[in-house]
């Protein structure tokens, strides 16, 4: 691990030697670059995007992988992080420690660790309630990815309970998706979500089997997958992976199910990330699927 400064913020680089990540000491907790050997920055950078918390100021995206909680409300969500955040060096990673938070009793704590000899990482997200009330909410992991390229988004197409007459799959749009919109492409297996939006916005939530997102963009495959826990309760009428784009970034979001958290509890969300280069695209998958599915 070595030190270095990344948008005026001091970040802790982590390498192998298939791939290499920036994650922010200064601020956050964040990981503000994802690179393969043979790319660029996967992420998005956003060094002055912002959204308002209410009484508290500008939250600041700075770009690339956060941890959030569900629901979101913007009194607390939008809470700024930008105080300097606690570092501990574990085997082949980093533990990003956050302050405890005065306002949420809440503690965030990122666990990164690269694989040994080739490009895949885990990120271990962590929500400690150092206060004294329960609090119901979920671990929400997001990925912002720069635009240009497609999202890809699986859906579940087998039989529910075991009873062909019972419906299979839900999907959850916010009230500024257009149906519509030609960034979509609406599949059986899979939603595809092309980031080359020039104005709005639009977000999808799904329940998600399959356990993994990815996204393509310039030959480069990146792949995150969040175990999905089958009759669990999750927010956003039942989304375990959601999808958000804008102009901007695109997003790539996994949440844990609605959990009440009691005092002094704990819990976690684990992420794994692939990264895969070399992969043509083409519309019908062909190329793409047997990649994200190991064969």
């Known amino acids: 691990m070595k030190t270095v400064e990344f948008l005026g913020i001091e970040c802790i680089e982590i390498a192998n030697d298939h791939l290499s990540i920036l994650a922010t000491i200064s601020v956050g907790p964040r990981i503000l670059s994802l690179k393969s050997g043979k790319g660029d920055n996967l992420l998005a950078v956003l060094p002055e995007a912002t959204l308002e918390c209410p009484g508290e100021g500008p ?3 700075y770009g690339g992988h956060r941890l959030w909680y569900a629901p979101e409300n913007p009194q ?5 992080d930008d105080s300097p955040v606690d570092v501990e060096a574990l085997e082949n990673g980093v533990r ?23 490009a895949s990482i885990e990120v271990k997200h962590t929500l400690k309630n150092q206060g004294d009330k329960e609090q119901v909410l979920a671990p929400w992991a997001i990925t912002q990815l720069k635009p240009g390229g497609v999202a890809i988004l699986p859906q579940f197409t087998g039989i529910s309970e075991g009873n062909p007459t019972l419906p299979n799959r839900t999907i959850t749009l916010w009230p500024y998706t257009d149906i519509n919109s030609g960034h979509i492409t609406w599949g059986n297996e899979t939603i595809l979500v092309r980031a080359r939006m020039k104005e709005g916005k639009l977000k999808i939530g799904f329940p998600n089997p399959a ?7 310039d030959g480069s495959l990146f792949v995150k997958r969040a175990r999905y826990v089958q009759g669990a309760e999750y927010f956003d009428r039942g989304s375990s992976s959601e999808c958000y784009c804008d102009p901007r970034f695109l997003e790539l979001e996994t949440l844990a199910p609605t959990t009440g958290l009691p005092p002094g509890g704990s819990i976690e969300h684990i992420e794994t990330w692939d990264l895969h280069d070399d992969i043509e695209w083409s519309d019908d998958l062909v190329g793409v699927l047997p990649v994200i599915r190991g064969r």
């Open 211 to 217: 356990g993994w997102m990815a996204y393509w963009i």
């Open 59 to 61: 939250y600041h995206f």
């Open 96 to 118: 990003l420690t956050q302050a405890i938070d005065p306002r949420t009793t809440l503690q965030k704590v990122l666990d990164v660790r690269l694989a040994r000899n080739r």
């Open 76 to 80: 607390i969500t939008y809470l700024p």
